[in-house]
Each structure stands twice: as structure tokens, then as C-alpha cells.
């Protein structure tokens, strides 16, 4: 029998135990918790052939800057200060109109004239102007149109700055104080962030819902988000530049205690971790191991299963004798 048959042989062999093990062995989500049955386990032990066979892939223990964060829910509003309605004080017909429905106007600028119904010769007029700086997003009024005083004829409003109403529970009121920093995410920008910042928490508690109304300040001036629009709220609870870091796909977690699978050459070993704060990618270690460490992030469920065998160890090749 040649080497490359024994070797061949033995990855073949690897292979069936792994299914055996893989359709007895319940499905974990990374992070969350196991069951592992008792009794003390050695490494797995791969050669360079079934680490490829097996599509291992490891992550390196590195810093990187990671933020705690608590996540809210909220929608956009504009400011009560930064719209403003746009009307008249004297009966007539409008005989002209300057602006249409998403101009950008400023302070002072003329947006219609109405010709009044008093005698005159001509008959005396007045020009409609803007109240604020703003985009015209109501426009109630026609050429030609009969107004009354009081009559909108139309709404402006500013977005270079927004207001998002989030909910907090009521659990969480203590972690969360006037000028943190939010980032903001929206479904219709998913690759952009938006710095914002907690302007009032507001001093009464929803009875039903347990949660009190936060509001924010957003920035908008490339007007990209627009009111009524859902997003997430993301409040900076602290912030760490030099937080050692890994994959979340690198944890597993078992009796309310998390662990990794690190790499030292060959050998795959469950070390068990302290983490710290968490996002949507990464999760900070604060004890188990040191940067330049490796843990898999691919391959973890066949490590795993792996291991709850016991341990895989390769067996020494041996030479031909002719």
C-alpha cells in the first residue's frame, strides 16, 4: 500500500467520522449556547490535507476600536423649530407664484404675489415670502386662486438637521444620559452611518409599553434621510480604540461560559474566554487570550464535533519495506 493511498485512506476515514458525529451532534448558532457532555477532551489534531479538506479558516487576536452600544428603535421627525407654514393676511387672488414643490428657498425670498380685493388702480399687491430657509415640500395654492387670510398656501421646511423619537425600556434608562453620541443607521443607506447625538429624554414612561421617548439630533445637510423614514439608534455607551477583538463566529458558549477553538500549528484546543462589548461583527476579549492568537471562524462545526470525540490525532506514516 503507498503512502499517498494510506494518506488518502485516513482522510477518507476522517471524513465518515465527521458525518457519523455531525448528524448526531445538535446545530449550534455562533455565540449561543451548547450542551457538551462531561469528561475532558483532548485537541484536535489535523494535517495540513484535512485542515483543507475541511475548510478551515482562523482569524488573528488583534485590537481594533470597538464601541459598546445600546441598539433602539425610532423614526424621523423634522425639528418643530425648522418648518413653518407659509400663508396670508388679506383677501384676494394670487397672480403669481414663484417656487415649485421641492425648491430650496432662503430667508426673505419671494415665493407668490396676491393682488387684494381692495379698490385700487391697479388694485394694491403683496408678495408672499419665506418665513425660514428651506425646502418647499407643500405647495397649496394656484395661479389664479381666491385666498382668504390665513390660507397655507404653502409649508417649508429645514433638514439639514433631524429629529429621531426612539423608545428606551425602562431597564435601560440608567445607561443612557443628555449628549451621548448615537450613530444612526437607515435601511435605505445601509453602508452609511449618521452621527447624531441624545438632546431630551423625555419625563414620562409609557404604562403599556414600559419605555420612555428619547430624542435625537441627526445631521442631514446631504439630506439623504427624509421624516417618516425607520431607523436604528445605536447610543455609544463607551468606546475603546485598542480593544482586542475577535470574529463573533468565533465564539460558542456552553453552562453560561463562552469559548473559542485556538490554533497552535496543527493542534485546535477549547480555550475559554471573558468577552466585553459586542457589535454586529466583532466581540472584545478581556481574557483567554492574547493578541496574536488565532481562533476558526470557518470550519468551527467540524472542530467542534471533532473534539466532543475526543480529539483527532494522525497517525505516523509508514515507509515501504521491499
Known sequence: MTVIFRQRVRTIALAGILLVLFFSTPSFPHGE???????AKGPVHLTPEQTKMLAIKVAEVAPRSMSNLLALNGQIQLLPDAQADVSVR??????????NLGD????????????????????????????????????NVNLGQAVEPNTVLFHISNRDKLLVIAQVYEEDLGKIKVGQAVNIHALSYPKEVFPGK?????????????????????????????PGMFVRANVILSHNDTALAIPNAALLQT???QFVFARNGNEYERVFV?????????????????????????GLRQIYTLWLSGGSKPQPVKKETH
Open 90 to 99: 388679506i383677501s384676494g387672488s394670487v397672480t403669481a407664484i414663484d417656487v
Open 274 to 298: 471573558s468577552t466585553g462589548m459586542s457589535d454586529d461583527e466583532y466581540t472584545e476579549i478581556i481574557d483567554g487570550l492574547v493578541p496574536g492568537d488565532e481562533v476558526v471562524t470557518q
Open 198 to 226: 441624545i438632546i431630551l429624554i423625555e419625563p414620562s414612561l409609557d404604562p403599556l409599553t414600559r419605555t420612555v421617548n428619547v430624542r435625537i439630533s441627526l445631521d442631514n445637510k446631504a439630506n439623504l434621510l427624509k
Open 33 to 39: 449556547e451548547i450542551e457538551v457532555s462531561e469528561g
Open 104 to 139: 430650496a428657498v432662503q430667508v426673505g425670498q419671494q415665493l407668490a404675489v396676491v393682488q387684494s380685493r381692495l379698490i385700487g388702480n391697479p388694485p394694491p399687491s403683496i408678495a408672499v415670502k419665506a418665513s425660514i430657509a428651506g425646502i418647499i415640500d407643500a405647495r
Open 255 to 257: 453552562n453560561g461560559e
